[in-house]
């Protein structure tokens, strides 16, 4: 919501300009608490300005940050950022972004009289950044490495094409001699709809310094030489960071974009599009504690470190140690770990449950209650969004249901494009029944599998649904999407979703804003409301499992099981390769804390169909 999305801003650039200025962290870190609240929230932050007890109750609002946030949401300013701005070159703010400049870092650019990108690029080139404290070749060379690929490295990428990256690391190296473990870390490994690097972690088997030593030259050496690796950034045998090319597709999506629709395109960065792949060796002793500590997210690991000292450890990538007091770190004056080759062991020490990678986004992970039962991918077993040759899809019926079938799933439902999808090949009413006629015959060709007629259904711009009622009762699965009008406003966008949520004919609310990551933004509506009608209708909000959309995002998949929603993990197959999109769903449901029981995909086809037949004669 463009409200959120602003004052989230606002309160991350304060928190910036609060570390610039030197004023106290716990200040600046409750501001990008709160910025990270604000942006989490399913619901207009405008609609609580007026009731500061809701406000309060939220994770990291304070009385003085209710205060701040109902100042933004009825002026359109805070004054305290308005001060600090005064204060604080805008450039500084940029320089954040670039690798390598952090606080202390940049406070002594601005000291030094650098207070925008051109000023720190002068200092690169005439040797003045040399003579900034904590600025050594190696890091001056790495702050030059970062510039030069700016438009890459301040672009993130889509989770479905760093996932795609990351495996070529990971079978190339996993089959070398002396490598007992290699694993994705960082934003990757939590599922994260969009990726700024890559973090590969490397486990190596024990044994004399000089064989551990060749087996980590080995992998490094691999790693470096790794088809498809542009550019080496840093080379070592226990760490080593590489560009590695990324290829331009998008799947169905053309990469153009289509002003009109509100899409966009991230500028090409020098030499085609790229991301950083980071490879850290490690002993198996302490894979554990590191894999966690590279997983993250920054702010989860600052909670744990929290939790150690409290209980009198101390917590890095080494493993979790006793708290002495020595300065010097435990693992180079030789303390053995209280743990740390495994993150179960990790987290058991700190009297928690194993936590899962895309649950590690300090949004009350560390306060959940017993073991973790969110949805798995071994728990779908149905695919109720698909399309076939009868529209834009690559299969037939018949071939889409063997595909499903080997995926072990019990049913598939066809759900072509309504007849106002022309793009897409929608079917007229007349094509349609003579659709759903072809699907029932193959259902019966197809043994092992149920294969069920549907439709995606175009909501219109009214929110009244594409074909008429009498036609919309004959299909088992009525899937209701957004695919024009993605520009409405948060208003007619609220109206014309819920207005297809109460229609009794509806299944699944299917990708409910129509974003493309990192294309378009998509519809902005009321989210509270349409969970809550959701709900109230018996409707399952959809997230829709392609990386280019993953729409319900994972925030709102939160908020809609806090309003008790059911869902559907769907890969909105249109060839065969989509149905492998299953693990991106699943890992945004993840995110926000989805159950097997509330994803309607998991049910067995005995209570699956007997929810759609009695959803489809308007029962819920």
């Known amino acids: 919501m463009a409200v959120n999305q602003a004052l989230a801003a606002v309160l991350e ?36 300005a007026g009731d500061k007890a809701r406000l309060t109750s939220l994770d990291g609002i304070g009385s003085g940050m209710a205060d701040k946030i109902v100042e933004f949401c009825t002026t359109g300013r805070i004054a305290d950022y308005d001060a600090m701005k005064a204060k604080v070159p805008a450039g500084l703010l940029e320089i954040m972004q670039v690798p390598g400049c952090g606080p202390k870092t940049v406070k002594a650019m601005w000291e030094a009289g650098i207070t ?45 094409k760093a996932a795609a990256a990351a495996e070529v690391f990971v079978s190339r190296l996993k089959e070398l001699a002396g490598v007992v473990r290699v694993e994705p870390a960082g ?25 551990m030593a060749a087996h980590a030259h080995a992998v490094a050496e691999a790693f470096r030489s790794t088809p498809g690796v542009v550019q080496v950034i840093a080379s070592g045998e226990g760490k080593s960071s590489v560009r590695y090319s990324l290829d331009g597709g998008q799947g169905r999506w053309k990469p153009e974009p289509n002003p009109e629709k509100g899409e966009s ?28 500590y590279f997983t993250g997210s920054k702010e989860h690991n600052v909670r744990l470190r929290e939790r150690a000292i409290k209980m009198g450890y101390t917590l890095n990538e080494w493993g979790l140690f006793p708290l002495d007091g020595n300065e010097k770190p435990p693992q180079q004056r030789g303390v053995k770990p209280v743990a740390s080759e495994t993150e179960e062991a990790v987290f058991k020490a700190l009297g928690l449950p194993w936590i899962p990678p895309t649950a590690r986004e300090d949004r009350g992970e560390l306060d959940h209650q017993g073991p973790w039962k969110l949805v ?89 649904l594409d074909y008429k009622d009498e036609l919309l009762e004959q299909l088992d699965v009525v899937v209701a999407s957004p695919h024009a009008g993605l520009t409405q406003d948060p208003a007619t966008a609220t109206k014309r979703l819920l207005k297809a949520i109460s229609h009794p004919l509806v299944h699944i609310l299917g990708h409910p804003t129509g974003r493309l990551v990192l294309r378009r933004p998509g519809l902005s509506p009321d989210m509270a409301e349409l969970f809550a009608a959701g709900r109230e209708h018996g409707v399952a909000m959809e997230i829709n499992a392609h990386w280019m959309r993953l729409d319900l995002r994972d925030l709102h998949v939160r908020a809609a099981m806090d309003a008790g929603c059911l869902f559907a993990i769907d890969c909105d197959v249109h060839e065969r390769d989509d149905f492998d999109n299953l693990r991106y769903g699943v890992a945004t449901g993840q995110r926000g804390w989805l159950t097997a029981e509330r994803c309607i995909n998991t049910w067995s086809a005995a209570k699956l169909h007997k929810w759609l037949k009695a959803k489809g004669r308007g029962g819920t």
């Open 116 to 160: 925008d990108i051109a000023g720190l690029k002068r200092a690169i080139e005439d040797g003045s950044l040399l003579k900034l404290p904590r600025m050594g070749e190696k890091a001056v060379a790495k702050i030059k490495e970062a510039l030069v690929f700016a438009a890459a490295s301040g672009q993130r990428t889509w989770l479905g």
């Open 13 to 48: 650039d304060m928190a910036k300009m609060m570390e610039l200025l030197g004023e106290n962290s716990f200040r600046a870190s409750a501001h990008a608490r709160a910025a990270r609240t604000v942006e989490g929230l399913a619901e207009d932050v405008s609609t609580l």
């Open 376 to 464: 798995d991918l071994s728990d779908i077993k149905a695919e109720l969004h698909s399309h076939t040759t009868a529209s834009d899809g690559a299969l037939s019926i018949v071939e889409l249901a063997e595909e499903a079938k080997r995926r072990g799933f019990h049913t598939i439902a066809v759900t072509d494009h309504s007849q106002s999808s022309s793009i897409a090949n929608g079917l007229k009413p007349d094509r349609l029944r003579r659709h759903i006629a072809a699907v029932k015959e193959a259902d019966e060709q197809v043994k092992g599998i149920t294969i069920l007629a549907g439709s995606e259904v175009d909501i219109l711009a009214d929110g009244s």
């Open 187 to 211: 934003s990757l490994r939590r599922g994260k709809d969009t990726i700024g690097d890559i973090d590969i972690l490397v486990s190596i088997e024990d044994g004399t310094e000089k064989q």
């Open 265 to 292: 395109l991230p500028p090409t960065p020098p030499g085609g599009p790229s991301i950083q792949v980071d490879l850290r060796v490690l002993p198996r002793a302490s894979f554990g504690s590191a894999m966690m």
